[in-house]
């Protein structure tokens, strides 16, 4: 399964510093305080930055997107939000690996008969996405998932999966466990949905086909 969202710049980690203070989160690890930024999109199996918490404070680290399949070929890089507290893989997950993933934006491609069109969503007044999300430890390191719902507003044009996106206030209760996962598929966003410039990009799957 191929997806797709954009790396992280310096100024959008130093932001997410920033808001993690404000809202009285307290920095306990940061494996970003000499981060290097480098041009790309993150893509299943890169390593990326996620927001992960336990009693004492809030992990700002490094982890692998998607969860290596039992077969040992591929990787799992979604749970969807109405089906992940019974989901033998997840399930568990939900009381002691809960992350948040933050993105500048994420691409979706759009089914045009035969080829895929390119797309990407962004935060209507630019602001960062913190998308929920699942981590576990595996032999070779962490690694994550992100979480996802009916999509809504724009997104829903071109595809019915979208990641459930947190409100900056949201991120606490998120990683603490008050907030439910059968809240997730009612978190509200306001997504711009924009054709990327390279046009129709064939072969390409749906970050959030599962």
Same mark, same amino acid.
């Given at each position: ?8 710049? &310096? ?10 203070? &404000? ?24 390593? !990326? ?11 700002? &680290? ?5 969860? *290596? ?9 979604? !749970? ?7 989901? #033998?893989?997840? *399930? ?24 895929? *069109? *390119? ?18 430890? !595996? ?17 829903? !044009? ?27 598929? &009612? ?11 390279? #046009? ?11």
């Amino acid at each position: 399964m191929c997806g797709r969202y954009t790396v992280l710049t &310096e100024r959008e980690i130093l932001e997410i510093r920033e808001i993690l203070q &404000e809202i009285s989160l307290r920095i306990a690890k940061d494996e970003f305080t000499d981060y290097v930024e480098r041009p790309g999109e993150i893509r299943p199996t890169n390593s !990326a930055p996620v927001i992960t918490a336990n009693g004492d404070g809030i992990f700002f &680290e490094s982890a692998k997107w998607g969860f *290596k399949k039992w077969t040992g070929s591929g990787v799992i890089i979604n !749970a969807r939000s109405e089906t992940v507290k019974s989901v #033998g893989m997840f *399930k568990g997950l939900v009381k002691t690996g809960r992350c948040v993933v933050p993105a500048a934006d994420f691409y979706e491609w759009q089914k045009l008969g035969k080829s895929k *069109k *390119k797309h990407y969503a962004k935060d209507r007044s630019g602001n960062l996405l913190f998308m929920a999300g699942l981590y576990r430890d !595996a032999e070779d390191g962490r690694e994550f998932v992100i979480i996802t719902r009916a999509a809504a507003g724009e997104i829903a !044009a071109i595809h019915d999966r979208m990641p459930v996106i947190l409100r900056v206030d949201q991120i606490e209760p998120w990683l603490s466990g008050e907030m439910s996962p059968d809240d997730l598929p &009612e978190t509200e966003c306001d997504l711009a949905v924009v054709p990327c410039d390279d #046009g129709h990009t064939d072969g390409q799957l749906s970050l959030w086909e599962e």
